[in-house]
């Protein structure tokens, strides 16, 4: 079942925030997966690998973990990483299973469901999707139970992209059984992830998210802003997606990559963003995690403020913006989750507490975005978070963690409080 997706159709950030699962099992092939990391690496996927015993003889681990930038798994009964089901977790903690190159041996064991390795039993525990590069000798691929093997396969939902026809890698042999190229594969992947309408506990729910500041304009030129980078609504939106919701992301100005799987609205002003949010409405969950300008300036030149040699500056008369997440908890069409974000500078706790009640809201995360925060990089613009849960009558504090790893704690509460 090739795809006929092309290699050129891929392009820079077409894979960004992705989770790639890829299993590398052994054969001659296996030297392309090199490539194919850092391939899917370049256009913004993670990769996580794993590494089938056969695999270790054509490629070393040490080499695979240096180019995906993340621990090689390879052994099903590892004591350190069992002690949380390591084989479930991998199975599902990602977008798309990928095994490239495929043999003739894993592609048995899947369609029997047979499970005496890491990378066998991770097939048959995932409800990703998954995605088949099959590479082997021609006589391999055309025998009679790798056909049967095939079809069972692709019976169960499972893709392929590949083999080709060319020179094997034994003398003499030519013949279809070569593992597509590592951007062909890329391709497919892109195809079989945008194809794909995730099914999970969230499947049905319509959320709206909000993301990154708002540029409240002073003159043609100048704006009023913050440091708001949009890293975190924009992991929380497709975290949510990844969980089956179908998501509008009201976005104000960042240069982060759309979300796959995510609608996008894209606004400058606070107004802007709270008209796109009712818009949006209705909807089951709201999570309003922009970090909206307090106040616009109520008469914005039409040209640009000249400075003048000896006189201040000229003065600049400021109104309050609308307040989207009151607005959103005390709406007609108020969803029936609605979660804000409460960045402060100090007792990050007390304040968020107080507006958990002023806004209507079911949860606010508050978190510190001083200097004295401790966390590394700071928070706005940063990478990490280190944030406080706080239900009208919970509260919990979260470790410092990085921005996606938030984004993913935060959608599963979410999907937990909805059932």
Known sequence: MPVSQSPSETSPDSLSGTRVLLIISGGIAAYKSLDLIRRLRERG?????????????????????????????????????????????????????????????????????????????????????????????????????????????????????????????????????????????VAAVEARLFAFKPIGPLSGRRAIVTSGPTHEPIDPVRYIANRSSGRQGHAIAAALARLGAEVTLVSGPVTLADPKGVTVVRVQTAVEMRDAV???????IAVMVAAVADWRVADVAGGKIKKAPGEDPPPLRLTENPDILKTVGHHAQRPRLVVGFAAETDDTVDNGRSKLARKGADF??????????????GVMGGTRNRVTVIGRDSEDSWPELDKDAVAERLAGLIASRLD
């Open 278 to 284: 009712l818009a949006a409405l209705p909807a089951d």
């Open 45 to 185: 996927a993670r990769v996580r690998p794993v590494m089938t015993a056969g695999a270790q003889a054509f490629v070393t681990p040490l080499a695979v973990g240096a180019l995906a930038a993340d621990k090689v798994f390879t052994e099903l009964f590892s004591r350190e990483d069992e002690q949380d089901v390591g084989h479930i977790r991998l199975a599902r903690d990602c977008d798309l299973v990928l095994v490239a190159p495929a043999t003739a041996n894993i592609m048995a064991k899947m369609a029997q469901g047979l499970t005496d390795d890491l990378a066998s039993t991770i097939l048959l525990a995932t409800d990703r999707p998954v995605l088949l590069a099959p590479a082997m000798n021609p006589k391999m691929w055309s025998h009679p139970a790798t056909r049967r093997n095939r079809e069972t396969l692709a019976g169960d939902g499972i893709g392929f992209v590949g083999p080709g026809r060319g020179e094997m890698a034994e003398s003499g042999e030519r013949g279809e059984g070569r593992m597509a190229e590592p951007l062909e594969i």
């Open 364 to 377: 606010i995360v508050a978190n510190d975005v001083s200097a004295a925060s401790g966390v590394a990089g």
